[in-house]
């Protein structure tokens, strides 16, 4: 499906000028919030990871970990928006809008991954490859969401957000599932922030957890949020628990927490784990379309 090359980047040369037929790239500031959030939210579900970041921190913020671009016609309309950066993520009408990002991204070291809807990544890569960060892995995930109405199952009195009296027994977990992912283990390459990730996530009140006798037995991250979307990552049910009701009864209880304000939950899950699709679909999840993620070197 992709191919992959030796990169071959410059950090100077200048962005190329697409001419008035076609399109330009800028760096979006914090004037451009609500033209931004408007484009955004035609799509809830699937730009729920870059609407959370502004919601969060605003267009301009180093928590973002990149930079937000716009591609505009000759008209001034907006095309796609981009977060370029450790993570790239996309939303685009057109394909040029896909062409002009894939420029930007070519000039942008520290990249660790891109990821989008499987059709828009694909042709991302055809742009980026030649001259860009040589692909170290590739994998596909399904896009489930979850809306009431849902079967309720039994709550989990031990069920609780987690406080950062919990960041030691989290932090191996999310640590070991994201080497899983992606092959590369934060808590080596970037200890402290990764620390510092996982705790502000503890202190915004997005992590949940089971915990007994000092043992972490369920864990689950709400990654970003808008008023009307929840996106769920780093659910984990420890070994010695799994094909027992809690892991479906604990996601019964947060999605019976976060739904009474949000119109929907969604997350990832791999294309190849057949246990978690099926998990997921007791809990009452729907497939609502395939995404790629590209990691690079």
């Known amino acids: 499906m992709y191919q992959s090359i030796a990169p071959q980047m410059t950090t100077d040369a200048p962005l190329r000028s697409f001419g008035p037929a076609e399109v330009s790239v800028e760096k979006l500031t914090d004037v451009d ?38 591609c505009r016609n000759r008209n001034g ?49 055809q742009f980026y490859e030649e001259g860009g960060q040589e692909m170290r892995l590739a994998g596909s995930e399904l896009l489930l969401e979850l809306q009431f109405p849902f079967a309720a199952h039994e709550t989990v009195q031990e069920f609780r957000p987690a406080t950062l009296d919990d960041l030691e027994l989290v932090m191996p977990i999310q640590a ?68 027992t009701s809690l892991g479906l009864r604990c996601m019964s209880q947060l999605a019976r927490t976060l739904l009474s304000t949000k119109k929907s939950l969604c997350l990832l899950v791999n294309e190849t784990n057949s246990h978690a699709q099926d998990f997921y679909k007791r809990a009452g999840y729907k497939l609502r379309g395939v995404y790629d993620t590209i990691f690079l070197s």
């Open 176 to 243: 070991q599932m994201a080497f899983d992912e992606s092959g590369i283990n934060p808590l080596e390459k970037d200890p402290q922030g990764f620390r510092e990730r996982c705790a502000r996530r503890i202190e915004l009140g997005r992590t949940w957890v089971v915990v007994e006798d000092g043992k972490l037995l369920f864990k689950a991250d709400l990654i970003s949020e808008t008023e009307d979307v929840g996106y769920l990552e780093g659910v984990w049910v420890n070994p010695a628990n799994r094909g």
């Open 77 to 125: 309309r907006i095309e796609g928006v981009a977060l370029i950066g450790h993570a790239t993520l996309l939303e685009t009408t057109t394909d040029r809008a896909l062409e002009a990002f894939a420029q930007v991204a070519q000039k942008s070291y520290g990249a660790h991954m891109f990821m989008g809807e499987r059709e828009r990544v694909e042709t991302f890569w």
């Open 33 to 70: 919030q609500a033209e931004v959030i408007e484009f955004l939210s035609r799509r809830p579900i699937h730009t729920v990871a870059m609407l959370g970041f502004i919601r969060d921190n605003g267009l301009e913020s180093p928590f973002n970990r990149g930079t937000f671009y716009s």
